[in-house]
């Protein structure tokens, strides 16, 4: 028994050892056939990412802690501190998750919420998506708040009908 025992638990962790760890980090994968919000999620890892989070939650310290050590004090690093160095930016202590209950409530609309995207971020460049890309933003976004269902291209003619801010009924 004891034998049979320590097989049985050699196998299961040969098998969590071979199950590799996801990079948070990582670029996403493009499915066969991907939609606008597949490729939104490669612009949000791009651009978005970096301060909101791999899941939207925000730059929080789990998250942050996701980075190598020397990039994890975003403040103190040299570039998002109070004196950046050339090309760094001040970044705001406080960035807010995208992706989660209670998210995107100043925005009424899909419309609204891709017209803020293209012209206020990324944070560091803002305006610098294309009109393109802050739509598959958009569409990437709300699939992942469930407001989308990503069927369908998002665009100026059909986004005023998907709301953003859900009300408690």
């Known amino acids: 028994l004891f034998f049979n025992a320590s097989l049985a638990s050699s196998a299961a962790q040969a098998q969590a050892d071979a199950t590799p760890t996801r990079d948070r980090l990582a670029q996403p994968t493009l499915p066969a056939s991907p939609s606008?919000?597949?490729?939104?999620?490669?612009?949000y890892?791009?651009?978005?990412?970096p301060c909101h989070g791999d899941l939207g939650q925000g730059l929080t310290d789990e998250f942050r802690a996701a980075y190598?050590?020397?990039?994890?004090?975003?403040w103190e690093?040299?570039?998002?501190?109070?004196?950046?160095?050339?090309?760094?930016?001040k970044l705001p202590t406080s960035i807010p998750a995208v992706i989660g209950a209670g998210t995107l409530q100043k925005f009424s609309n899909a419309t609204v919420l891709q017209a803020y995207i293209q012209a206020a971020m990324p944070f560091w460049k803002p305006g610098s998506l294309t009109e393109e890309d802050s739509?598959?933003?958009?569409?990437f976004i709300l699939r992942q708040n469930g407001l989308w269902d990503a069927q369908a291209e998002m665009n100026a003619s059909n986004a005023n009908q998907v709301p953003v801010r859900v009300t408690e009924a």
């Open 36 to 43: 606008q919000a597949d490729h939104g999620a490669q612009v």
């Open 68 to 74: 190598p050590p020397e990039d994890r004090n975003c």
């Open 135 to 139: 739509w598959a933003v958009t569409a």
């Open 45 to 49: 890892w791009l651009s978005c990412l």
């Open 77 to 89: 690093s040299g570039c998002h501190g109070e004196r950046p160095y050339n090309n760094g930016f």
